[in-house]
């Protein structure tokens, strides 16, 4: 007997700001990440896969379904950011796998490299690499984002993609797969996220690139590309009275659920689902259809 999907919440929401990074417990109402509906069958079973900014928002969402597919995760995160960390671990042991919280800042190259050495350390592989961690802050012109806010962007969002890559490299076997967050904005560009948003499309073209180079050693390199999404991220970015519309502008008139989002993750970490297709951006945009 089917059932009715959960509902899903719309704007307007409660008019909230956090600082930086941002804690979903805090965040009302709370990020749907548990996906009910969801029927796992098995994919990716006796994996292992690394997953950064894996505490909360879509990289917690990927994490309980990548658990629920028969994997165990490691999950980096900012230091601040531990007390989602740990619910995230709870989440994950709640479906009979193992999760490692590795506490650092991918900014730093030495961090990046541990991720990965404590990671295979612990499980004895790497099958999935996740690069899911973000940095964003909204300045209402160029002129505004000083080189500090400049360097912080391209560290977090692309260097450390770079880095942990290419770390995790010499343990990727044929059949691994390689999976990056990008954006809308990455595709369509953001008046007001002019460094975010170039950060978003270097993703986008460095999976593309990725994918050529280690499709003959059988390593499938994707993206996800969303639109907006509820999770701590913007509310640590916006002032309180755009946290209460954000996502009403999309034509589904809300943003996503991480749990809408994390499904598409695990097609493509599943090679029996996509193993065909690498090098790929896929978008999810609440109806949008306009996205280059």
């Not at 959960?6 to 749907?32: A, I, S, V």
């Not at 531990?82 to 590795?102: I, M, N, P």
């Not at 519309?245 to 943003?255: C, D, I, L």
């Amino acid at each position: 007997m089917s059932r009715r999907p959960r509902r899903k919440p719309k704007p307007p929401f409660p008019r909230q700001h956090q600082r930086k990074p941002g804690l979903e417990k805090r965040l009302r109402p709370r990020p749907q990440y548990e996906a009910p509906d969801y029927a796992a069958a098995g994919k990716l079973a006796g994996r292992v896969a690394l997953i950064t900014g894996g505490d909360s928002g879509i990289g917690r969402a990927v994490a309980v379904l990548f658990a629920r597919e028969g994997a165990d995760v490691a999950l980096s995160y900012l230091p601040a950011e531990q007390a989602d960390a740990e619910e995230t671990r709870r989440a994950v042991e709640a479906h009979g796998r193992q999760a490692l919280l590795v506490p650092g800042d991918v900014t730093r190259p030495a961090v990046c490299r541990q991720l990965v050495d404590r990671t295979v350390r612990r499980f004895g592989r790497l099958d999935v690499l996740v690069n899911n961690a973000a940095f964003q802050q909204h300045r209402e012109s160029l002129e505004a984002i000083d080189d500090a806010q400049l360097e912080h962007t391209f560290r977090t969002n692309i260097f450390s993609i770079f880095r942990i890559t290419r770390a995790a490299l010499p343990h990727l076997q044929r059949g691994a797969a390689i999976i990056n967050t990008g954006s809308i904005t990455g595709l369509e560009g953001s008046a007001h996220l002019l460094d975010y948003s170039a950060t978003k499309g270097a993703i986008h073209t460095f999976t593309k690139s990725l994918a050529q180079a280690l499709v003959e050693r059988g390593i499938r390199v994707n993206c996800v590309a969303p639109g907006p999404v509820w999770t701590p991220l913007n509310p640590s970015d916006k002032p309180a009275d755009q946290v209460a519309t954000f996502g009403q502008k999309v034509p589904m008139a809300r943003p996503a659920q991480p749990e809408e989002i994390a499904p598409a993750f695990v097609f493509f970490a599943s090679e029996a689902d996509s193993g065909y297709i690498t090098g790929e951006v896929l978008t999810a945009l609440g109806g949008e259809t306009t996205a280059a």
